[in-house]
């Protein structure tokens, strides 16, 4: 395989009448490992990994870059340059360094190492020739003198002027490889044509347009001419520089001879041989004009065998021409006799058709007229029939019309009506809009109001605790503030279930807008899907009604709730007067709270009892309740003014 070269700088001169130099081989092998494909159906391209490694090397360039090995866990590549002097500077480039490939986090390790070309030394050659058995080291032939070169161009060591340009000669590998020292004898296997048919070695022979490189044998009269050649050669590739300046260059394997090949019994053999060949040649070329003539006399008995059977031929043929036109002479009287015959039946028959005509043409015209009759009739009914149907088809096409303009009164009127209900939504929207902005200024007011009394109760604790008391009044102080104690407490208790009952009302009132515009909503999708949404929205209007009675029922407990603390309360009052009065000790005071604690938890759980019972109740007496509520709330409302008032003093 010949390659273009572009710098020459470092070629060496072999031949200048031929133009052949010598130029380093620049080789290295490039590693790059793979990482482990975790996702099925993910490959990496060797080709990008082939472009990633060509830009490493920017400004430099490969002259040949090829794949050697390719596996799952790395990928060969066996790279060329022009120079020697290159090579390290792109082993500095790519060895140890990484490749980022897109769609892969790992990356790619690179490893580059100059390439090691297998060429033989000169131990080699020494300890073969030193150990071999069969060899004669006084003998050319059997020492080493002789090397072996392969992939020579053919064009290369071809005769300038040759009438075969691509057929090698043997002068010019003479004259080329003298270079080295004085050659012995050379051998070019391809020129010799009994040399594929010898029985020692098979060579690619000459034949033309075949091939496009050849072997050759070189042999040295002396030792240093091989040495020399062999040295010169090792890691060197041939190349040629044309007339215009191009240079051109091809890899060439060079090797010592270990099979003989230039030895004297060798050559003896190959042309015994060669002349044993040249005899059956020979005497395979008489054997072929023997054969030849011996068929030419056989296709001559042949030739003057078919002249004899044409005219046998000929001569039956004539007796046949003859016995057939006597047939014909005989079959002609009887075919005119038969003739007459034929000729008067068919008179008669002429006859008889002429008139059978006349009757069949007669029917045919009756027919004719029939039938143009019955067609006029049948178009007579067809356009009446025609005309029936088109009226047919108008009257109905005027009746769909009228259908279809009911049809649009219909659907305008549905639509007025959707818009009449549309707009009574949006009415009922912006009703529910001002409950709600009346909600959150009832929360507001209610706000403002507990933070009005706390402020009040902390400015009377305040009050209370300037003052001081001297030791003499401290007792009568302590009960009278004991005596205090569960009026403010009640006071307290009430602001906060006033402003717990107000909470549950509004909660209510929120619940009871929100159920008409429900229910609404739902009457008008009932009017317009029908009695299974009929169904639905009555079902959905009960869940309403039963939240709402399930809120009115929380509110009634919590109210009920708040009176019991209340009294749980003044009646702790009471006793924590009484006991102040009693002026008993702390201990008995604790125990006593500790009672009044787990009766109130006591009446705790019958309240939640008993409001789970009224959960239960039908719903007369829940309006019995909501009126007995709103007597509670009222006279709550008045309480709180009361208590209100009293601050304010």
């Known amino acids: 395989m010949t390659t273009i070269v572009h710098d020459t700088t470092e070629a060496v001169c072999l031949s200048s009448e031929y133009n052949l130099y010598l130029k380093p081989i620049a080789k290295m092998t490039i590693s790059v490992a793979l990482p482990q494909l975790k996702l099925p159906g993910k490959s990496i391209s060797n080709w990008e990994v082939m472009e990633r490694v060509k830009a490493m090397v920017v400004p430099e360039q490969f002259s040949a870059l090829r794949i050697s090995k390719s596996t799952m866990d790395f990928i060969r590549f066996e790279g060329e340059v022009e120079n020697k002097t290159v090579v390290k500077n792109l082993l500095s480039r790519l060895d140890g360094k990484t490749i980022k490939l897109s769609g892969f986090t790992d990356v790619l390790k690179v490893r580059a190492v100059e390439n090691k070309l297998d060429f033989p030394t000169r131990h080699d050659w020494d300890s073969f020739f030193r150990d071999a058995k069969d060899m004669n080291e006084t003998l050319p032939g059997e020492r080493p003198d002789t090397i072996h070169l392969e992939g020579l161009p053919c064009r290369w060591f071809s005769q300038k002027d040759s009438q075969f340009p691509d057929r090698p000669s043997e002068e010019v590998l003479h004259v080329v490889f003298q270079t080295f020292g004085k050659v012995r004898n050379v051998d070019i296997p391809m020129l010799d044509p009994y040399r594929e048919e010898m029985s020692d070695k098979n060579f690619n022979t000459f034949s033309f347009g075949g091939h496009l490189n050849f072997d050759a044998y070189v042999q040295y009269q002396e030792y240093c001419g091989f040495t020399k050649a062999m040295d010169t050669l090792r890691s060197m590739k041939l190349m040629l520089k044309g007339e215009d300046g191009k240079a051109v260059a091809c890899n060439i394997k060079v090797t010592f001879d270990t099979s003989k090949h230039l030895s004297e019994s060798s050559m003896k053999r190959r042309s015994l041989e060669r002349l044993k060949l040249q005899e059956l040649e020979r005497q395979r070329e008489e054997q072929k004009r023997r054969e030849k003539e011996e068929e030419e006399r056989r296709k001559e008995d042949e030739r ?34 038969k003739k007459v015959r034929r000729q008067q039946e068919e008179e008669q028959k002429k006859l008889q058709m002429k008139i059978a005509m006349e009757e069949r043409r007669l029917l045919l015209a009756q027919r004719n007229l029939e039938s143009i009759r019955l067609i006029a009739e049948l178009l007579a009914r067809a356009k009446a029939w025609k005309q029936k149907q088109q009226e047919k088809e108008k009257a109905e096409q005027e009746e769909q019309e009228r259908l279809e303009r009911s049809r649009q009164m219909e659907e305008l009127a549905r639509l007025h009506q959707l818009e009449a209900c549309r707009r009574k939504q949006e009415e009922a929207l912006r009703r529910v809009e ?6 959150l200024e009832l929360q507001r007011r209610e706000k403002e109001l507990r933070e009005k009394l706390l402020c009040n109760m902390l400015k009377k604790s305040s009050d209370k605790t300037t003052r001081s008391p001297g030791p003499q009044d401290r007792a009568g102080l302590v009960a009278s503030e004991e005596a205090s104690d569960p009026g ?7 602001v906060l279930g006033l402003v717990n009952v107000l909470n549950n009302e509004e909660q209510v ?4 807008v929100h159920t008409q515009v429900l229910g609404k909503n739902r009457a008008g999708e009932d009017r317009r899907e029908g009695g299974e949404d009929r169904k639905k929205n009555r079902e959905g209007r009960k869940e309403m009604e039963m939240r709402s009675r399930q809120s009115k029922n929380q509110v009634r407990d919590r109210d009920r709730s708040h009176r019991e603390r209340r009294s749980c309360s003044q009646g702790r009052g009471r006793s924590a007067h009484n006991y102040s ?28 009892s008993h409001s789970h019972c009224s959960r239960s109740t039908s719903s007369s007496q829940d309006r019995s ?25």
């Open 488 to 494: 403010c407490s009640n006071m307290m208790l009430g």
């Open 304 to 337: 003057n065998k078919k002249v004899q059977e044409q005219e046998e031929k000929e001569r039956r043929k004539e007796e046949r021409i003859r016995k057939r036109e006597q047939k014909l002479r005989e079959k002609e009287e009887r075919k005119n006799l």
């Open 434 to 439: 001002v409950e709600k902005e009346r909600a």
């Open 581 to 608: 009065r009693r002026r008993r000790s702390p201990s008995h005071r604790r125990r006593s709270s500790s009672r009044h604690r787990r009766s109130c938890s006591h009446h705790d759980r019958r309240r939640r």
């Open 625 to 649: 309740l909501s009126r007995s509520h709103s007597k509670g709330r009222s006279h709550w409302s008045a309480k709180m003014q009361h208590d209100d008032a009293d601050v304010k003093d």
């Open 509 to 512: 009132a929120k619940s009871s």
